[in-house]
Structures are given as C-alpha cells and as structure tokens.
C-alpha cells in the first residue's frame, strides 16, 4: 500500500493563477480530508468528504473547492490564488468512522507558494 | 466549537530527562484525544491516543493522562532521545461527525544532547 500519495510536493504559483493540488489513497478509506498548516498554527481543516459524491466546509473553506467522485480520489482547487494561501497542505483519509475516532493517515504534504 | 490550547509551544530538555505537554479543550462532549508527532519536513504521524473513558494509557516511552473534570490532557515523554526531536500536535473529538478533530498549535520539542 502507498498509503496517501499527494502531487506536486512543491509548487509556485503567480497570485491570480489557478491549480489543483492531487490526492489519491490506496486503502479504501471512506473519509477524506484537507488541511492547511501555517507556521505555530496547527492545522486548519479546508474541506472533507464522508465518501464519493459527498463534500463538506471545514473550518477554513474560503478560496478552495473539491470534488469526490471516486473513493480514492479527493483533488483540491485553488481559483485566483492570493498570497494568504501560502501554506503547507496535506490530504489525509481515515476508516469508515468519523475521524474523531480513528487515526487520520496523512500524506507527504504540497508546499505552496503563492507570489 | 471545539477550542484546544496546548502548551508549551516550545520545550527543550536535556537527553535522558522527561518532557510533559499539556492540552485543555473547551467542549465537556470531546471523548477522543489523539496525540501526532511531525519530524522537520515530514507528514504527521498518530503516536498515541486516549478515550475518555481511560484516565491514563501508556506505550513504551510514552504516556498520556485524561482529567475529564478539568478538560485536560498531557503527554509524557520519558527518557528522552534525539530521535524525540520534533513537533507534537494534540487534538480533541466529539467524535460526532466526520469534522471532529480540533489541533492545538503545536509544541516544538527540542532534546539537548
């Protein structure tokens, strides 16, 4: 098992500029998730899923969307990136019970720069 | 929602010597209290976790104590080694929902040789 494999593992971005940021996981995990992590700030939940077709707010939403349309899969969008999106990001899947019960697997984590 | 506040943000010791880190949370219906490490430039890993219904669970090296009554918990390090070196993020759920975890901000570990 790869586990949670995120792409790229860096990237510049012009502010303005749209991307995606990849995740996919091997396991078979119902839920999955995204994260930001600002320096002495912990991590921020974006967007989750519960499974295909089903997409949720976290905490920090703003400038993002996602998709869910197979279980493996969970793509981040940034449209019209801005300098406070400058973060680590990392994608993260959990078994078929709420994350707050089950361990979260993280994958290796985006570092984005947006200039 | 859920707050959690962890402190210290960062806490050097001596090789050998023990560390304690401490996280308070706000909701009295938070019930699982996972405790994650993060190496420089790596991704977070589970090391530990606790529900409430355990005041105190250990694994080798480390430990972590629940006081429910108080909204507290710790994580206990003894026998700190260089390999401890890193950042430790503890966390809080109702277990409610597929959102639940809510981290603190981090403790920077540093074990001085």
């Known amino acids: 098992n790869a586990g949670v494999t995120q792409t790229p593992k860096f990237h510049i971005l012009k502010i303005g500029q749209s991307m995606t940021l990849q995740c996919t996981q091997d396991m078979n995990h119902n839920y999955m998730y995204w994260y930001r992590q600002d320096p002495g700030m912990g991590l921020k939940l974006i967007y989750y899923s519960v499974g295909a077709g089903i997409t949720d707010k976290g905490e920090v939403p703003n400038g993002y969307n996602v998709s869910r349309s197979t279980t493996e899969d969970f793509p981040l969008r940034l449209e019209l990136a801005a300098p406070s999106q400058t973060s680590v990001y990392f994608c993260?899947?959990?078994?078929?019970?709420?994350?707050?019960?089950?361990?979260?697997?993280f994958g290796n984590g985006t570092r984005l720069t947006v200039t | 929602g859920e707050n959690v506040e962890q402190h210290p943000s960062t806490l050097s010791v001596q090789e050998g010597d023990s560390a304690v880190i401490k996280c308070t949370y706000s909701?009295?219906?938070?019930?699982?209290f996972p405790w994650y490490k993060q190496e420089l430039g790596k991704r977070p890993q589970l090391i530990i976790d606790i529900r409430s219904n355990v005041g105190e669970k250990k694994d080798q090296r480390i430990a972590v104590t629940l006081n429910k009554t108080a909204k507290h918990f710790s994580l206990h390090i003894t026998e700190t080694q260089p390999e401890d070196s890193a950042v430790y993020f503890c966390?809080?759920?109702?277990?409610?929902?597929?959102?639940?975890?809510?981290f603190g901000k981090g403790t920077h570990l540093i074990i001085q040789p």
């Open positions: 909701d009295s219906a938070s019930n699982y």
């Open positions: 966390a809080a759920s109702t277990g409610g929902g597929a959102d639940g975890l809510t």
């Open positions: 993260a899947s959990s078994y078929s019970v709420p994350a707050g019960r089950s361990p979260l697997h």
